[in-house]
Nanobody
Framework: QVQLVESGGGSVQAGGSLRLSCTVS????????MAWFRQAPGKEREGVAI????????SYADSVKGRFTISKDTAKSTVYLQMNSLKPEETALYSC??????????????????WGQGTQVTVSS
């Protein structure tokens, strides 16, 4: 049984930083990539960043480029999202996601089969 567990959310003032973690268990083979999504109140879920299991390849939403960094620790089966210069409008529930084995990642949430419960990030002005 695949499980994704996020941690690291919290409250921060605008301009501050947070680092989110997502630990994966039960995903034995074929995990091509992982992604972070976020959903603000009253808005649709949006993709934030993607990282590939092999190699350094990453991709980001335009809105977070230069401020957010996605990284991984393969030995710990953990993916991180370092968020700097946070803005109040980035208050949201942040979730990590994984596709089915041997499937790739995109910004479409329908491509992802496994989701964590999410961790709340609140940015105050």
């Amino acid at each position: 049984q695949v499980q994704l567990v996020e941690s690291g959310g919290g409250s921060v003032q605008a301009g501050g930083s947070l680092r989110l973690s997502c630990t994966v268990s039960g995903y034995t083979a074929g995990r091509i990539c992982m992604a972070w999504f976020r959903q603000a109140p009253g808005k649709e879920r949006e993709g934030v960043a993607i990282i590939y299991t092999r190699g350094p390849r990453t991709s980001y939403a335009d809105s977070v480029k230069g401020r957010f960094t996605i990284s991984k620790d393969t030995a710990k089966s953990t993916v991180y999202l370092q968020m700097n210069s946070l803005k109040p409008e980035e208050t949201a529930l942040y979730s990590c996601a994984a596709p089915r084995p041997w499937f790739g990642c995109s910004v479409q949430e329908s491509d992802f089969a496994y989701w964590g419960q999410g961790t709340q990030v609140t940015v105050s002005s």
